[in-house]
C-alpha cells in the first residue's frame, strides 16, 4: 500500500476502483483525487461542484474548485460517475453504484430540488414504445419540471407563460 492509499481513511470501497482506474491511464493517484472521490462514492444524492467542495470543507480538506472539477471529468470518463445537467447551469454528479440505470427525475423550478424516483410504469412503456417502433433501447431519462410539494406549500406558484414571439409582442 502506497503512502497515499494510507493517508486516506476507506470509507469507500469503490476507492480502489478509482486507483486501479487512474493507473490504468497513466495518471498520479493523489490524495485530493482520492479525497474528493471519496466525497462523491460516500453520498447518495446528487452533488455540484459548490456541494463537493462545501463537504471537502467540513473534513478540514482545502481543495480547489480547479482540481474538483478535473477529478470529477475523470470519474465520469472512468464509468464510476454520472453528470447530469438539470438546466440550472451547472452540473450535478452522482456515483452509479447500487444504482439502477433507470432514472426519473422530479426538478423544482424554485428550489432546485432534485429528486430521484424509479417508476415500473415508465419502465414498461419505454418497453413498449421500443418495441413498436423496432428500436432495441439501452437507457432512458425522464426529467419532471415543476414545483416540489415544500415550494408549493409556502405559496410558490408556476409562472408558465407559454411560447411567445417577440416580433407579435409590440405595444
Do not use: W
Not at 493523489?30 to 463537493?52: K, M, N, P, W, Y
Amino acid at each position: 500500500m502506497s503512502a497515499i492509499e494510507s493517508a486516506i481513511p476507506m470509507a469507500s470501497p469503490y476507492l480502489p476502483l478509482f486507483r486501479r482506474y487512474l493507473r490504468q491511464q497513466g495518471l498520479p493517484v493523489t490524495q485530493q483525487r482520492e479525497v474528493v472521490a471519496d466525497v462523491v462514492f460516500t453520498s447518495s444524492g446528487h452533488l455540484s461542484v459548490e456541494e463537493i467542495e462545501s463537504r471537502l470543507k467540513e473534513r478540514g480538506e482545502r481543495i480547489g474548485k480547479a482540481t474538483i472539477y478535473r477529478t470529477m471529468e475523470i470519474l465520469v470518463r472512468s464509468g464510476l460517475v454520472e453528470d447530469h445537467d438539470f438546466g440550472d447551469g451547472f452540473k450535478r454528479y452522482e456515483h452509479l453504484f447500487g444504482h439502477h440505470p433507470v432514472r426519473e427525475h422530479l426538478i423544482c423550478t424554485h428550489c432546485r430540488t432534485v429528486t430521484e424516483v424509479q417508476d415500473r410504469q415508465v419502465e414498461r412503456l419505454q418497453g413498449e414504445l421500443a418495441r413498436r417502433h423496432g428500436f432495441l433501447a439501452a437507457r432512458h431519462r425522464l426529467e419532471i419540471h415543476g414545483l416540489c410539494a415544500d415550494c408549493q406549500a409556502g405559496g410558490v406558484t408556476l409562472q408558465y407563460k407559454g411560447l411567445t414571439c417577440p416580433a407579435l409582442d409590440v405595444a
